[in-house]
């Protein structure tokens, strides 16, 4: 569908002289108009020729590059919508939307864009992973996961069991937990990354951010969470910030931007903010720079999609507001230093701010490529690893097996939990892909399923549907397991 409505003809553009204008070829023009599905019809990314204006013809001189491109589109009669407006002294453009492909080759042959190949530039509509994701693999460094720090949860058990083969059901009188408090089930920074980017070593010397401005470009931010310094303004952690887009956006509708960048739906920039910022905390967790002041540019709503117009809206809002560093947890599929937003961020560099992007989640598109606008030149590109800890606890049981040790940041709810198996046939493989028909409301239960057959998601969700509290997996797969909580609402614990 994009190719049909993009594509100009070699025929079309000699027979209205594109091909022969001084500032744009024919390469040029195939390089805008051909794209994939990430970009955004008609709209592109344009940067303005800053003294076109001053020798601009006519009996009043343009007071501004944009007055003088727009001046001029009026008279080459371009239909356009202006959706940003860049006028920092790194980028003068615009994002413009045209009507037609004969707007478009108007709008290169305008004497105030800039003689460059990528002075105009489609826009490209970015996402942020899936709130529902999967792990590329469950399996878990050995080593690491033996070394993790377990806190001890007493689960009782008396099994009864019902039945043979694939129809036998277990049940337990009484599964109990009754985990040490938060504060003291884990040493100070167990849980953190801190040391493996010897952030510690540096929060030893006393330095931890204080006096210096980190402007997060994401998708909003919980500021009411006791890590995060709970309020938003003045003398606040998060002391200021804003929203480009509201709760609504995806692409390619209307932004409806606000004072506000408060994220109830998403969670991805409270997380960012949280690894950046968090004061000490009960999980022994916290933030590489926790005195820091930070402020959050919110580009993502409620559908984790924007586009990169809004975002170097948002960047150099921040450079604006003198932010000494910038974080931008988010990118695009393209390994180029050209793209706009790679651009806009090498210029805020050689300003002297420090611009921090992720590599991306695209290490299945070859070994060492990374994603823009982490490509841009003097930007630091950051990838990640897995931790040397990883979070468990301890379950031990009456029946004389165990510990069993199961993965999870915090040891379950103290509480009494009966248990339940769907079936113990170990020749079952799609344990909990359905729920049998005749069981039982699951209520208040500890349910034990098998892995495998489907995702440990799509169990947890039936299981949840069925009322169950919490699910034991049993690990089959040879490998350590990870848990993941993925579930949408968020309400099941796995």
């Given amino acids: 569908m994009l190719m049909r409505v993009f594509f100009v003809s070699i025929a079309f553009l000699i027979s209205i002289g594109l091909v022969n204008a001084s500032n744009f070829t024919l390469a040029d023009v195939e390089r805008i108009t051909t794209g994939s599905n990430s970009i955004v019809p008609g709209r592109y990314i344009v940067e303005f020729d800053t003294s076109a204006h001053l020798t601009s013809s006519g009996l009043k001189r343009a007071a501004s590059a944009h007055e003088a491109v727009y001046n001029e589109l009026a008279e080459r009669g371009v239909s356009y919508d202006i ?7 790194v980028f003068i453009g615009a994002s413009i939307s045209l009507k037609s492909q004969v707007d478009l080759v108007s709008l290169a042959q305008t004497s105030g864009i800039l003689v460059r190949k990528t002075s105009i530039v489609p826009v490209r509509i970015l996402s942020l992973p899936p709130k529902n994701v999967s792990p590329a693999s469950f399996r878990l460094n050995t080593t690491a996961f033996q070394s993790a720090r377990t806190t001890s949860a007493s689960v009782n058990t008396s099994i009864a069991c019902t039945g043979s083969g694939k129809n036998q059901t277990c049940t337990t009188k009484t599964v109990t937990s009754a985990p040490p408090a938060a504060t003291t089930s884990y040493p100070s920074q167990v849980l953190s990354a801190n040391s493996q980017i010897q952030a ?32 938003f303004g003045t003398g606040c952690k998060f002391a200021g910030g804003y929203d480009f887009v509201g709760d609504n956006f995806n692409g390619t509708n209307e932004p409806v931007p606000d004072n506000d960048p408060f994220d109830s739906c998403y969670g991805h920039g409270t997380t960012i903010s949280g690894i950046i910022g968090a004061n000490d905390n009960e999980y022994g967790v916290p ?57 806009v961020l090498s210029r805020l560099v050689s300003k002297g701010l420090i611009a921090v992007a992720s590599a991306g989640n695209e290490g299945q598109v070859g070994a060492f490529y990374s994603g823009y606008p982490a490509a841009g030149l003097g930007v630091i590109n950051v990838g990640s690893a897995d931790n040397e800890v990883y979070p468990a606890q301890n379950a031990t049981v009456s029946t004389g097996y165990g510990p069993i040790t199961y993965l999870n940041y915090m040891a379950f709810t103290s509480g009494t939990y009966p248990l339940y198996a769907l079936t113990t046939d170990p020749t079952v493989t799609d344990d909990a892909c359905t729920i049998p028909a005749g069981t039982p409301n699951l209520s208040g239960y500890l349910v034990v399923v098998r892995r495998g057959g489907c995702s440990l998601i799509a169990k947890a969700q039936n299981l949840y549907d069925h009322g169950a509290s919490a699910m034991f997996v049993i690990n089959t797969d040879g490998g350590s397991l990870l848990y993941q909580d993925s579930l949408e609402d968020r309400k099941s614990v796995v």
């Fill in 83 to 89: 959706h940003q407006q860049y006028s920092a002294d």
């Fill in 200 to 231: 510690d070593r540096v929060q030893a010397t006393g330095n931890k951010g204080q006096g210096i401005k980190i402007g997060i470009i994401d998708s909003g931010v919980d500021y009411t969470r006791t890590p995060l310094g709970g309020c």
């Fill in 287 to 343: 933030g590489v720079a926790p005195e820091a002041t930070l402020h959050m540019y919110r580009v993502f709503s409620c559908s984790g999609s924007t586009t990169d117009d809004i975002i170097i809206q948002a960047a150099l809002r921040a450079y604006s507001e003198n932010m000494d560093v910038i974080n931008l947890s988010l990118g695009g599929t393209s390994g180029w230093t050209e793209t706009a937003l790679s651009v």
